[in-house]
Every structure is written in structure tokens, then in C-alpha cells.
């Protein structure tokens, strides 16, 4: 997190703060907080502005919109396929294919089936068994029974390895 501080002086002129530098900051930043504080000095009046911001992302990250509120996906949050092994890439968007797929069905956000970081440790060492499921942080008993018998058969399909487990009816 980086911090920018921008002093705005009152046009004596009735016209206000000019804030073209701090409204072409925003535009161009990923702001994070902002706070303010008005200072009168003698020879005028001042409007401090303290910006909060991270530096823009290389290339525009995927939006979603959830109960009214922009959710930028950070890089540490997602893993884009491209850094990742063509045979990985291939199991983590197939995940979130299926994952997305279910949330629509269910009327449940995506998020919680797995998280873009549990699809990545899922695709990177593809689990052949519910208690390898398990052992990935965040999936719990409630989502290997609610859905890890799906995930490890389509991993299974994926790869070509049989199950270690009776495949379902699904």
C-alpha cells in the first residue's frame, strides 16, 4: 500500500478546490481510502487530501459483482493460467468451469464450493480420494460430502486415473 498526499488551495475566486490533479490520480490508481482535512492558513484556504492506493495492475483483472459491490480478484487471489502447466491449466479452468456451473444451479456464490486458490492447489496436485480433498485447507467435511465425490471424478476423467472410490450416479 502506497500513500499520496495532494493540498488543494481555495480559489479566492468562488470557484472552489481545483482537484484535476487528484481526480486524474483516482482515475488512474486502484485507491484503496481516502480522508480529508480543511486547513486554513494565513494566506489561504487549504483542502488536505490523503490517498491510500496500490499500483494499478498490468493488464485489467476479472470483475464480479456480488450484492451490489465491485470485487476486484487481486493476482495472489487467482491464478492465471498462464503461469501455469498447460496440463494444470487445463484441470484449474475445468474446475472452475464445473464450480461455476454448480454455484449457478445452487444459487450459491462460487466461492463457496472452493475459492480460486483452493481450484489452484486442486489442479497442481489433483487429490484421487475424499480424504486427499480434505486435506486442502478450507475444504471441510461439509464440501467433500456436498461435492468431493464430483471433483475427484472429474479430476479422474481429466487424467485418465480411475477413482479410489466408488464413482456416483451423478
Known amino acids: ?7 488543494l488551495r481555495f480559489d479566492d475566486d468562488g470557484v472552489g478546490f ?3 490533479e487528484l481526480q486524474e490520480f483516482c482515475a488512474s490508481h486502484r485507491v484503496l481510502d481516502a480522508s480529508h482535512q480543511v486547513v486554513q492558513r494565513v494566506d489561504a484556504l487549504w483542502l488536505i487530501v490523503i490517498v491510500s492506493w496500490r499500483e494499478p495492475p498490468t493488464e485489467t483483472p476479472p470483475l ?30 475445468a474446475l472452475r468451469t464445473w464450480r ?4 449457478r ?23 484421487t480420494t475424499l ?17 468431493g465425490a ?12 480411475q477413482p479410489e472410490f466408488e464413482p456416483s450416479d451423478e
Open 64 to 93: 464480479s459483482r456480488q450484492r451490489g459491490h465491485r470485487v476486484a480478484h487481486l493476482a495472489s487471489a487467482t491464478a492465471p493460467t498462464e503461469a501455469l502447466d498447460p496440463a494444470v491449466a487445463a484441470r484449474y479452468d
Open 100 to 103: 461455476n456451473q454448480h454455484a
Open 18 to 20: 481545483d482537484d484535476s
Open 150 to 161: 464430483q471433483v475427484v471424478e472429474l479430476l479422474a476423467e481429466l487424467s485418465g486415473v
Open 105 to 127: 444451479q445452487s444459487g450459491k456464490p462460487p466461492y463457496l464450493i472452493f475459492n480460486n486458490r483452493q481450484a489452484t492447489q486442486i489442479a497442481q496436485n489433483p487429490p
Open 1 to 7: 500500500m502506497r500513500i499520496a498526499v495532494f493540498s
Open 131 to 147: 480424504a486427499a480433498l480434505a486435506s486442502i485447507e478450507g475444504i471441510g467435511p461439509s464440501r467433500v460430502e456436498a461435492w
